[in-house]
Structures are given as structure tokens and as C-alpha cells.
């Protein structure tokens, strides 16, 4: 894999930035990466916490019924274990979210709302006592009819209208080409390596402290001040080391977090409450599936002159995070396309499936993969290369978006294209697979025939997507939010960051003192780190929305310049060579800085939805080949160019991470990644079934990481976590089209849907993702 690193825009010029055309410094080594390549970093399983007992839940086998009572055996000695029902609940029975629909443990006499839905727990002091108490507890219900489908559900969770324009019915008619597609995607499972784990422990005069993994610490923390009825010393929520999260471990930890909290408080004992990867797939929340149908008019030179899209996203059983997935992916769906007439129709439903929720991209890449095959299929109807298209529509500086946000600052879409498009050579290749193609057709050969070469069978492509990702909360949420980061100079001299913000994986650990060290003209060695632990750090918001270099980075820089300024103004030398005799006369000294609006922003209105959405944008293109057998449907993605523009990049080994985690989760989304249900149920809820790409299926990722910084941020930085997930899946869709002339319109392009578009037997493809796998026959 390789990595370019390209300056298309002025840099910020603050201090430590690199000025272009200047050599970058070798960044520093990862703080994390010593302990985790030794084993001696330690994640939830890994703690010892003397006397603690084992915990687990009891779940519904029903995806929609009544809850009638719980059956405990009475030749089991009850006396051996800790059982808790809703009735132990101290606090509200409501996991803090969104919405106070979803209860942490279903009453007696409540409605269950979807299979593996939390019922009841238990604990005990070793796990064969707890596995044989779970056999003999049986929960009796009554059952109900289920919605499956969310285009039949009477319950809505969240919807937006977004419109730009006068007369969208007036706008089509002027266009000289409307045409109209409906796209679906399914259930992605974030399968983060470390399962879902926490460990609580009781304190003093009712408390709890909770540790584990997760991405939130002040979400369980408020979760736990309702639920339990603590105040805020009461409760107390540490991150420990943690094995990925990718969305999946935002607001599920608030449950499991729960459940731990109110065994360890009945039973008053420490309680370890560890997932196993069954029931880390079957009970936790997923990407969201959705529909997305669009009508759109254009010129005949390939103009945009209206976009009519509906988006219905499956919520699953409860809210949890579905209003802002969906408010994202509403408004991204008309991709980073200039349109006079837009009007964008948006709604969330409830099923019964168990809950979705957060995952990388929040929404964007279910948009964004309609939006851009949609966008080739005009392309393919105007006789337009989809290379092209874009650059007749894509945004540049000055354009307004459909909320009337007017982007004045780092838009990048044409620089991430052509760079994509030039180093993937797009349009020679193109023309060579054509070419490719119109033999083929010209030979007569047909899918599955016994005179076709093994060459003949195999058809390349090359499919190209280009993206945009608002940086940061939406709309208003980074005020609602009101962040803290902090600085302290402690009273030995050293530098010490506090914040609420998270390290998994993506490298937070890492940069957030190399900014620190830059502001301070210090190195990044000298500063250290606090514990993410609700008891010490401010809440700076969570680790999430690609906010945390962006927002709570550019907190750090500014509390940093501030503490520089006290200490210099003091001792009239530099930060450097003075701030250990300053610490020694006046002690530790503490900057909290608060986050404040961006100057020159529009503020959004959250009821109307307009104004600006984000404070900026990243933009990202990728151009994919791909190899098809057109006998079995099997997809093989060999090279992929990633142009992603981060506002200014600050560790480019971290960031060229990102990048490649990010486009082959993607892959995995557009070709094999798939969860398949029947009556509610997920089917294939196990690591054997459920198949994500591997090393060995990682093709050759060339990455590009363009620059074009956002000056309202201290250090010009946006966000790149999820950038790279909304581009992958419709590169790969369009360079499938590329090789076989089929579109693919459902994801993931799985073999039997690319066999029944070659052979035009839909009967071929199996259930449409939101689809029920049909019932099995009754046993004979």
C-alpha cells in the first residue's frame, strides 16, 4: 500500500505547521502501539478484579410479545446467585438516548419489541453456577404479530424535509432526461475485534464504577445517573483499553454498562459482564438498512436540474440514535452535486428487529451509495463518462447546498477527483474495458457457457465515486454539546491532557500530544495523558462524527496557547525553558477551554433544517478495479485509489490508517457483508456465517491525502474517520456495471444478485436487503 501526501490549498500557518513544499518530520510512533504489541496493554477481560462474579442476560427468544412472568426453578438453590428484574431498577427504566423508549430490562407484563431483547440477569460467583442458574430461569410470554418491514410500520421515529428550490414538479418538467431508481442496503455488523465487556464494582453509599470498552464515557455516565438514581460523584465510568468501536460502541455500552451496575449493586460485589461473539452480533445494534429512491431530471449535456429523493431507514425496535443517522444521511443524499431544485423526503421506522444504531459514516454511506450509482446510471443514459458528470456538477467554492449553506471554505471535490481520476489513469482503463466489453458482446457468450476460456470468464472493471462528509456534530449539536477540553501544568512541571475523547484504534492517543507539544514548542514526550475516567476529565464530548481532531483537538490547541501565554507573560522566557519554575512557584495550573461557535457560520435551524449543516466538509473520490466471473457472480477487487481531503494532515502513517480501514470496511459493505433475518432473528449471528473481508482479500490501496484546511480550526484539521466508507461501496458497484453492463442496485453486489442481473432471473437474488428470508416448511 502507498501513500502520497498533497498540498493543494495554503496550509494554516500556525506554529508547528508545516509550510508547503517544506519536508513534515517523521511523525511520532503511536503511544499505544509498545503495549499492545507486547500483551502487556490491558482490555476489559484482562482486568483482575479479586471476588468478582461473572454476569449474563437473559434475552427473548420472541421478536414481538407479551411479557408474562419469569419462572425460577425451585429445585435450583437461588440463594447461590444475584437475579435482577425490572422491578430492582432504583432508577427510571430508560436507556438514556434520543428517545425514553427503550427499557433496560422489559417488566412483567411489558411488551417485547425484539428478539435477544434484555429480559432479566443474572450473576454468580463462578460461571458454571451462573450456566447452569441460566437453565433453570424460563420466561413466559405471549406472542404477538411482528413488522418486519419498515415500509409497513404505523411508527415513525424521525423525519426531514429538505427542499431548495421553487417547484420541484416544475423543475422536472424542464428537464430534458428524468430518470428514476430505487436503491437498498442492508445490516452491517461492525465486528470491532474486542467483543462488548464491563466490569462494575460497588462503591461506598450506593455508587458504581464502571469500566470498559467503549467510546462515550459521559453517555454510560448520564445512563447510569438516571437508570441507578447516582448523582455525578456516584457514578463513575473509565474507559479502559479498547479493541475497536466503529459506531458499535457509541450508545450499545449503555446497556450492557447498566446491566453490570445493577448486578454489582444487588449482589455488592464487583460483576464482570463479558459479551461472547454470538451474542455480541446477535443482541447489539447495526448499520442501518434503508431504501432510497430517487427521481432526477437533467439537461442533456448531463446537468443536474432536480433531485427528488426518499429515504425510509429501518430504526429497528427502538430509537436509540436513529433521528441523527438519519438527519445525516438526509443530508448528504444528494451527494457533493450542485442542484437548483432539490427536495428530499426523509423518515426513520420502527420494526421489530432489534435496534440500530451507530455506525461509521452515521447514515452518509446508505445515501451516498444511491446517490452515486444513481449519478452513473444518468451518466450511462446521456452517453457521458462518469468522470465527466461529476466535474459538470460537483461543488465548488461559493455553490449553496440544498440547506442553503454556502461553502466558502475547503471544498475539495474537484481536487480529490482529478487526483483520483490521474493516478488511477481512469480514463485509459475505462476506454480498455469497453472496448473489453463490446468483444465480448460481439462474441455471443453467454453466463455459464461451456465454450467460454477461463480468460473469457473473467471480465475487468473500473468504477469511480466521489463523496462528502460533514466534520462535526450536525447543525447546532457542537453548542447543545458545549465540549471541554483541558491543559494542566502540574505542579512538577509536566503537561498533562484531559479529556473525555477516546482512544480504539484510530490513533486519538497519539496526536493529541503531538498538537499539545506543537502549540507548546514543547516535545510531544513531555505531555501525558489522563485516564478517560468521568472522575477526572471534563466531558468533552464523545468519540464520534469525525469530530475528535477537528473539535476537541483544536480545544486542546487553543487552551494550549493560553496556558503558553500565561506561563510566557510570567517568566518572560519561553513555555519551554520556564514553565517548570513557574509550576514550582505558583503550583498547578489549569486551562479548561469551552467550545464557541466557528466564526462566519449560519446558524442552522434545527425545525426548518437550514443553514449551515457543518461547520466543513471532507471530501473524498475513489476509483476501484475489480475482476468478474461471469459464470459464478464472484467479485475480486484488486486496486483502489483513495484521494481523501482531511483539512491538514497531522500524523499521515495514522491518517493513510484511517484511510485503508475505512475503504476496505467499505469493500466488505459492497460485496459480501450481509445479515440475513426471518422473523426478526438475525440468521447468521456468528463469525462462521458472517463474513468480512480478510487480509487476503485486501487488494492494493494507493492512498492520497489531500489538504485543503479548514481555517476556522486552529490547526486547519477535519475529520477523515469515516470519509473513506461513503466512497468505497459505489466505486466497487460502478466498476462491476464497468465489467458486466448489469447495475447492481442492492448491496451487498453478492454473487447470486450479480447472476440474476446477467441473467435477468431476480429470482436468483434472494430476498431484497429489509427483506425476510422466507419461512422454513414445518418439520415433517
Known amino acids: 500500500m502507498t501513500t502520497r501526501t498533497e498540498s493543494l490549498h495554503a496550509l494554516v500557518v500556525a506554529p508547528g505547521t508545516i509550510a508547503p513544499g517544506r519536508v513534515r518530520p517523521a511523525p511520532p510512533r503511536r503511544r499505544e502501539g509498545p503495549a499492545k504489541l507486547t500483551g502487556t496493554a490491558l482490555y476489559t477481560d484482562d482486568i483482575v478484579v479479586p471476588g468478582a462474579w461473572y454476569g449474563a442476560t437473559l434475552r427473548s427468544a420472541d421478536p414481538h410479545a407479551t411479557f408474562i412472568a419469569l419462572d425460577l426453578d425451585p429445585a435450583f438453590d437461588w440463594s447461590r446467585v444475584c437475579v435482577v428484574t425490572a422491578a430492582d431498577i432504583p432508577g427510571e427504566n430508560v436507556v438514556s438516548s434520543i428517545k425514553s423508549d427503550q427499557p433496560i430490562l422489559v417488566p412483567i407484563g411489558g411488551t417485547i419489541r425484539h428478539h435477544a431483547e434484555p429480559l432479566a440477569l443474572l450473576a454468580a460467583p463462578d460461571r458454571s453456577t451462573l450456566r447452569e442458574a441460566r437453565g433453570r430461569v424460563t420466561a413466559r410470554t405471549v406472542a404477538l404479530p411482528g413488522v418486519f418491514d419498515p415500509l409497513e410500520s404505523d411508527h415513525t421515529f424521525a423525519s426531514y424535509t429538505i427542499g431548495a428550490g421553487d417547484d420541484i414538479e416544475a423543475a422536472m418538467a424542464r428537464a430534458e432526461i428524468v430518470l428514476e431508481g430505487e436503491y437498498r442496503v442492508g445490516h452491517q455488523e461492525q465486528l470491532y475485534i474486542e467483543n462488548n465487556a464491563m466490569i462494575a464494582v460497588p462503591t461506598e453509599g450506593g455508587g458504581v464504577t464502571v469500566t470498559g470498552s467503549l467510546q462515550c464515557p459521559y453517555y454510560l455516565h448520564a445512563a447510569l445517573k438516571r437508570g441507578l438514581g447516582l448523582d455525578d460523584a456516584a457514578a463513575r465510568v473509565i474507559q479502559a483499553e479498547t479493541g475497536g468501536g466503529f459506531g458499535g460502541k457509541e450508545e450499545f455500552p449503555s446497556v450492557i454498562g447498566l446491566h ?157 477527483l482529478e487526483r483520483a481520476a490521474e493516478a488511477s489513469e481512469f480514463v485509459r482503463l475505462r476506454a480498455r474495458t469497453a472496448d473489453a466489453r463490446r468483444r465480448r458482446a460481439g462474441s455471443g457468450s453467454l453466463p455459464g457457457s461451456a465454450l467460454r476460456t477461463d480468460r473469457e470468464r473473467r471480465a475487468s472493471g473500473i468504477g469511480l465515486a466521489l463523496a462528502w462528509h460533514g466534520a462535526g456534530f450536525t447543525g447546532s449539536g457542537e453548542i447543545k454539546l458545549a465540549s471541554v477540553a483541558s491543559i494542566e501544568l502540574t505542579a512538577d512541571g509536566r503537561v498533562r491532557v484531559l479529556t473525555a475523547a477516546t482512544e480504539m484504534g484510530q490513533g486519538t492517543n497519539t496526536i493529541f500530544p503531538q498538537l499539545v507539544g506543537e502549540a507548546l514548542g514543547i516535545p510531544d514526550d513531555a505531555i501525558d495523558l489522563a485516564p478517560p475516567d468521568t472522575a477526572e476529565v471534563p466531558d468533552s464530548g464523545p468519540t464520534v462524527a469525525s469530530r475528535t481532531a477537528m473539535v476537541v483537538g483544536g480545544l486542546l490547541i487553543k487552551a494550549a496557547r493560553r496556558l ?16 517548570a519554575d513557574y509550576a514550582r512557584q505558583h503550583g498547578p495550573t489549569r486551562i479548561d477551554q469551552k467550545f464557541e461557535p466557528y466564526p462566519d457560520s449560519t446558524t442552522f435551524d434545527d425545525e426548518l433544517y437550514r443553514g449551515d449543516a457543518y461547520p466543513a466538509f471532507g471530501w473524498a473520490a475513489c476509483v476501484v478495479q475489480v475482476d468478474v466471473d461471469l459464470d459464478t457472480g464472484e467479485v475480486q477487487v484488486n486496486e483502489v485509489v483513495a484521494a481523501d481531503d482531511v483539512g491538514h494532515v497531522i500524523h499521515p502513517v495514522l491518517a493513510e490508517g484511517q484511510v485503508e480501514g475505512g475503504t476496505l470496511q467499505a469493500i466488505g459493505y459492497a460485496t459480501i457483508e450481509e445479515i440475513k433475518l426471518r422473523d426478526g432473528r438475525y440468521l447468521n449471528d456468528r463469525l462462521a456465517t458472517y463474513i468480512i ?88
Open 564 to 579: 503558553r501565554g500565561t506561563v510566557e507573560a510570567a517568566t518572560g522566557g519561553s513555555f519551554a525553558e520556564t514553565a
Open 693 to 780: 473481508p480478510t487480509a487476503l482479500d485486501a487488494p492494493r490501496i494507493s492512498t492520497i491525502l489531500v489538504e485543503a484546511p479548514f481555517h476556522a480550526a486552529p490547526h486547519g484539521a477535519k475529520g477523515i474517520g469515516e470519509l473513506p466508507m461513503d466512497v468505497g461501496a459505489p466505486a466497487v458497484v460502478a466498476a462491476i456495471a464497468d465489467a458486466t453492463g448489469v447495475w447492481i442496485t442492492d448491496l451487498p453486489a453478492s454473487p447470486e444478485r450479480i447472476l440474476a442481473a446477467l441473467t435477468g432471473r431476480p429470482d436468483v437474488a434472494g430476498p431484497r436487503p429489509g427483506e425476510s428470508e422466507p419461512a422454513l416448511p414445518p418439520a415433517r
Open 260 to 416: 453490570a451496575a445493577l448486578l454489582a449493586r444487588k449482589a455488592q460485589k464487583p460483576v464482570r459482564m463479558i459479551y461472547d461473539r454470538h451474542e455480541d452480533i446477535s443482541a447489539t445494534t447495526k448499520r442501518h438498512p434503508a431504501i432510497v429512491r430517487h427521481r432526477t431530471g437533467v439537461t442533456a449535456d448531463g446537468r443536474l436540474v432536480a433531485q427528488d429523493i426518499e429515504i425510509i431507514m429501518d430504526g429497528g425496535a427502538y430509537c436509540t440514535l436513529t433521528p441523527v443517522v438519519l438527519s445525516r444521511g438526509a443530508l448528504h443524499a444528494g451527494g457533493p452535486y450542485r442542484c437548483p431544485d432539490v427536495r428530499i423526503r426523509a423518515r426513520a421506522t420502527r420494526t421489530n428487529t432489534p435496534p440500530n444504531g451507530a455506525f461509521r459514516g452515521f447514515g452518509a454511506p446508505q445515501t451516498e451509495f444511491a446517490a452515486e450509482v444513481h449519478l452513473d446510471r444518468l451518466a450511462e443514459r446521456l452517453g457521458l463518462s462518469p468522470l465527466d458528470i461529476r466535474r459538470r456538477n460537483l461543488y465548488h467554492p461559493g455553490d449553496i447546498t440544498p440547506t442553503g449553506q454556502v461553502l466558502r471554505d475547503s471544498v475539495a471535490a474537484e481536487e480529490v
